[in-house]
């Protein structure tokens, strides 16, 4: 009877805090997850300088991003069949070495091509911390209630990543040295990724698990041939859109009104409003289902994108963009939700690696069209990016929404958890 009454109430934060063994891998995944966010604005940052062009700097970002989009989920399907550990040690220790490269080559002054060669394997090698730790909850917390309150929390953290991300990335490469930004995430790469991986108790179950074998998952199967993950990676790469857009256009705009030290606070006002909008996703009961949630919430996200580029003062872009953060975290929260009734566990972390891997590979576009069209003809156009990235993904999502509704029943934990609250989609 307990277990009926706490499955009838939202779980909060507190509870979720106080599942045995969390703060074991949420402390250092929180260390090792926040280099993520400096990555791009600090390539973006150096190649401009060291090239005058924001074409450029956001083609080698661009090249960066398709190459941790394309290696993402093989990184997560090694680490659903290995073990986490046995993937993040050689895998922080190649993206140390890839970034101490593209700093030496730039600032030596070598040709594109070169950069572009270093570029790649920093972009493959980048650490997937975020879908580990969500993997992770996923074992801990499968057939609870409180999975929800794990994706709205984890989204937080994310988004406070990128507001602590770009800030400090911008404020290295302004204020210190234009390399300072990569040099700095490398070294967190390295210290805070071996960290995470020392935590080797909490890691789920890899290879043929027990819980595989019991409902007769195939555990080789790519996640990515659930056609719902595949809707799920079109609107993420919307959401991609919009993060390297802004990054972009920011960049440029600041620059263009003669005050690039608003740069880092913009982005940060944007990212700040992702972070409030998922602490109040994680707070709230929703009585509609995380299908139509998502859909409403892309809406918004897309009306609120499409705006940007006719806005034109530091005081109004700022306010339109603390909108655009707030429109995100519900359409990334949900989607992490979703994900989590459709596929099953020996997949899970791959699926994760594509959605983030999705997120990646719009941001990666983004850049390059933004950047090009930035030096062309002028900051604002930059901002037509996010508008039509986000529009193509919305179209997709009401389109294929049908896609997203879980064919199976809902799963009960492996571990017997008895009060399971059946999955909504609508």
Same mark, same amino acid.
């Given at each position: 009877?307990?277990?009926?009454?706490?499955?009838?109430?939202r779980?909060?934060?507190?509870?979720?805090?106080?599942?045995?063994g969390?703060?074991?891998?949420l402390?250092?995944?929180?260390?090792?997850?926040?280099?993520?966010a400096?990555?791009?604005i600090?390539? +973006?940052?150096?190649?401009?300088?060291?090239?005058?062009?924001?074409?450029?700097?956001?083609?080698?970002?661009?090249?960066?991003?398709?190459?941790m989009?394309?290696?993402?989920?093989?990184?997560?399907?090694?680490?659903?069949?290995?073990?986490?550990?046995?993937?993040?040690?050689?895998?922080?220790?190649?993206?140390?070495?890839? +970034?101490?490269?593209?700093?030496?080559?730039?600032?030596?002054?070598a040709?594109?091509?070169?950069?572009?060669?270093?570029?790649?394997p920093?972009?493959?090698?980048v650490p997937?911390?975020?879908?580990?730790?969500?993997?992770?909850?996923?074992?801990?917390?499968?057939?609870?209630?409180?999975?929800?309150?794990?994706?709205?929390?984890?989204?937080?953290?994310?988004?406070?990543?990128?507001?602590?991300?770009?800030v400090?990335?911008?404020?290295?490469?302004?204020?210190?040295?234009?390399?300072?930004?990569?040099?700095a995430?490398?070294?967190?790469t390295?210290?805070?990724?071996?960290?995470?991986?020392?935590?080797?108790r909490?890691?789920?179950?890899?290879?043929?698990?027990?819980?595989?074998?019991?409902?007769?998952?195939?555990?080789?199967?790519?996640?990515?041939?659930?056609?719902g993950?595949?809707v799920?990676?079109?609107?993420?790469?919307?959401?991609?859109?919009?993060f390297?857009?802004?990054?972009?256009?920011?960049?440029?705009?600041?620059?263009?009104?003669?005050?690039?030290?608003?740069?880092?606070?913009?982005?940060?006002?944007?990212?700040?409003?992702?972070?409030?909008?998922g602490?109040?996703?994680?707070?709230?009961?929703?009585?509609?289902?995380?299908?139509?949630?998502?859909?409403?919430?892309?809406?918004?996200?897309?009306?609120?994108?499409?705006?940007?580029?006719?806005v034109?003062?530091?005081?109004l872009?700022?306010?339109?963009?603390?909108?655009?953060?707030?429109?995100?975290?519900?359409?990334?929260?949900?989607?992490?939700?979703?994900?989590?009734?459709?596929?099953?566990?020996?997949?899970?972390?791959?699926?994760?690696?594509?959605?983030?891997?999705a997120?990646?590979?719009?941001?990666?576009?983004a850049?390059?069209?933004?950047?090009?069209?930035?030096?062309a003809?002028?900051?604002?156009?930059?901002?037509?990016?996010?508008?039509?990235?986000?529009?193509?993904?919305?179209?997709?999502?009401?389109?294929?929404?049908?896609?997203?509704r879980?064919?199976?029943?809902?799963?009960?934990?492996?571990?017997?958890?008895?009060?399971?609250?059946?999955v909504?989609?609508?």
């Amino acid at each position: 009877m307990a277990s009926t009454v706490v499955s009838e109430k939202r779980p909060g934060y507190g509870q979720l805090l106080r599942t045995p063994g969390a703060l074991s891998f949420l402390l250092p995944g929180f260390a090792a997850r926040q280099p993520f966010a400096m990555l791009t604005i600090g390539i +973006v940052l150096l190649v401009q300088h060291t090239t005058g062009s924001y074409g450029s700097a956001g083609a080698v970002a661009a090249a960066t991003g398709v190459s941790m989009a394309l290696f993402a989920p093989q990184s997560g399907k090694l680490a659903d069949r290995f073990g986490q550990r046995a993937v993040l040690v050689p895998g922080v220790l190649i993206h140390t070495a890839s +970034v101490s490269l593209l700093v030496a080559l730039a600032l030596a002054g070598a040709p594109l091509w070169a950069l572009f060669l270093a570029a790649v394997p920093s972009g493959a090698s980048v650490p997937q911390v975020g879908p580990m730790v969500r993997a992770r909850w996923a074992a801990k917390l499968d057939g609870t209630p409180l999975m929800p309150t794990a994706a709205a929390f984890e989204s937080v953290t994310d988004e406070f990543t990128f507001v602590v991300g770009p800030v400090l990335a911008t404020a290295l490469c302004t204020g210190v040295h234009p390399a300072a930004g990569l040099i700095a995430e490398a070294a967190l790469t390295l210290v805070g990724g071996l960290f995470f991986a020392a935590q080797r108790r909490t890691q789920p179950a890899h290879g043929l698990s027990a819980e595989a074998g019991r409902t007769g998952a195939e555990p080789h199967r790519s996640a990515l041939s659930i056609p719902g993950v595949r809707v799920l990676a079109i609107a993420f790469l919307g959401i991609g859109s919009v993060f390297g857009g802004m990054q972009v256009s920011l960049t440029a705009f600041t620059e263009e009104i003669g005050n690039p030290g608003a740069n880092g606070l913009l982005y940060g006002v944007f990212a700040a409003g992702n972070m409030l909008a998922g602490i109040a996703m994680g707070a709230v009961a929703w009585k509609i289902g995380p299908r139509r949630r998502l859909i409403l919430g892309y809406a918004g996200l897309t009306v609120a994108a499409s705006l940007l580029w006719s806005v034109h003062s530091v005081l109004l872009l700022g306010a339109l963009g603390l909108v655009v953060g707030l429109c995100i975290a519900p359409a990334l929260i949900t989607g992490y939700t979703i994900v989590e009734t459709l596929v099953p566990a020996s997949a899970r972390t791959e699926a994760f690696t594509w959605l983030t891997g999705a997120v990646a590979l719009g941001q990666a576009a983004a850049v390059t069209v933004a950047g090009r069209l930035a030096d062309a003809h002028g900051a604002s156009t930059g901002f037509l990016v996010p508008m039509a990235g986000t529009v193509l993904a919305l179209v997709t999502l009401v389109a294929l929404r049908s896609r997203l509704r879980p064919h199976t029943p809902s799963r009960v934990a492996a571990r017997g958890v008895g009060h399971r609250v059946p999955v909504s989609v609508d």
